[in-house]
């Protein structure tokens, strides 16, 4: 199973909105509606911020939102802010799981 | 408070085996799916194995299928990676995650770091 893709790094300035992208097949991202989105600051644990393609666990912000089209997950956050630098990472169920590759965020 | 604490990582010759552990508390564990997924050095994170609530379904990576075992015991709420001829693409920290049922990993381990090198 191919990790799912995801861009090397993405950048905004603080209150600006990003997204991120995270692209697979009609074999994971495309067929299940099983996408979940992981922050993770360097050294530390993944943390949960988008489980079922756009929900949202319990104590994660509303400025983080999750989509789907087609073959392709996409991860927003709005309202940027300096903590939320980290490298973030979609995951999809495809059989098994396949996370993709990682996207470092940089807030400039 | 709801936690998982790895345990049983370290330096092992190419070859060898190692046996992760993971406790958790906080949470009743015989409910819960639960997985293990590793990060080499620098690198993304990779899923390694699946283990049911009661522990009857099981599935692994193609990278570890055959090498490494997954087994829990609930009454101990102890997750554990048996894992048998260690290769260098094997470092990597590992973490055990809980799953609600829907791959969406919601706890955390700190990780343990296993290093394979002579």
């Known amino acids: 199973q191919s990790a799912l893709t995801q861009p090397a790094s993405v950048s905004g300035s603080p209150g600006q909105s990003i997204t991120i992208s995270c692209t697979g097949t009609s074999s994971d991202v495309g067929s299940y509606n099983l996408v979940s989105w992981y922050q993770q600051h360097p050294g530390k644990a993944p943390k949960l911020m988008i489980y079922?393609?756009?929900k949202r666990p319990s104590g994660v912000s509303n400025r983080f939102s999750g989509s789907k089209s087609g073959n392709t997950a996409s991860l927003t956050i709005s309202g940027l802010q300096a903590e939320d630098e980290a490298d973030y990472y979609c995951?999809?169920?495809?059989?098994?799981?396949?996370f993709g590759g990682g996207t470092k965020l940089t807030v400039l | 408070e709801v936690q998982l604490v790895e345990s049983g990582g370290g330096l092992v010759q190419p070859g060898g085996s190692l046996r992760l552990s993971c406790a958790a508390s906080g949470f009743t564990f015989s409910s819960y799916e639960m997985n293990w997924v590793r990060q080499a050095p620098g690198k993304g994170l990779e899923w390694v194995s699946y283990?049911?609530?009661?522990?009857?379904?099981?599935y692994y990576a193609d990278s570890v299928k055959g090498r490494f075992t997954i087994s829990r015991d609930n009454a101990k709420n102890s997750l554990y990676l048996q894992m048998n001829s260690l290769r260098a693409e094997d470092t990597a920290v590992y973490y055990c995650?809980?799953?609600?049922?829907?791959?969406?990993?919601?706890?955390w381990g700190q990780g343990t770091m296993v290093t394979v090198s002579s």
């Open positions: 995951c999809s169920y495809a059989g098994s799981v396949v």
């Open positions: 283990i049911s609530s009661s522990g009857s379904t099981i």
């Open positions: 079922e393609v756009s």
């Open positions: 995650a809980r799953d609600p049922g829907f791959i969406a990993f919601d706890i």
